[in-house]
């Protein structure tokens, strides 16, 4: 995994960031020590298509709708 120095990542991140492939990481360290991974995401595709999370776990704490404390008469 290729590694940059912070101060090389700030001169020139808008390069860095255009340069990167999709999946590709870029490691930005400070005194040789990793302080940040820099990755591309992937372009997703909107707006999201009806059904599309259908297969998806979803859940919600049993309490999602109750009033807030700072909210109650």
Same mark, same amino acid.
């Given at each position: 995994m290729p590694t940059i120095t912070l101060e090389e990542a700030q001169a020139k991140l808008r390069?860095?960031?255009h340069n990167l492939l999709q999946g590709e990481e870029l490691?930005?360290?400070e005194n040789d020590c990793p302080i940040a991974r820099l990755t !591309?995401?992937?372009r997703t595709l909107w707006p999201c298509q009806p059904g599309s999370a259908k297969?998806? !776990?979803?859940w919600m704490a049993e309490d999602f709708d109750a009033p807030l404390e700072g909210f109650k008469c």
């Amino acid at each position: 995994m290729p590694t940059i120095t912070l101060e090389e990542a700030q001169a020139k991140l808008r390069d860095l960031i255009h340069n990167l492939l999709q999946g590709e990481e870029l490691v930005i360290t400070e005194n040789d020590c990793p302080i940040a991974r820099l990755t !591309r995401s992937p372009r997703t595709l909107w707006p999201c298509q009806p059904g599309s999370a259908k297969d998806k !776990r979803h859940w919600m704490a049993e309490d999602f709708d109750a009033p807030l404390e700072g909210f109650k008469c």
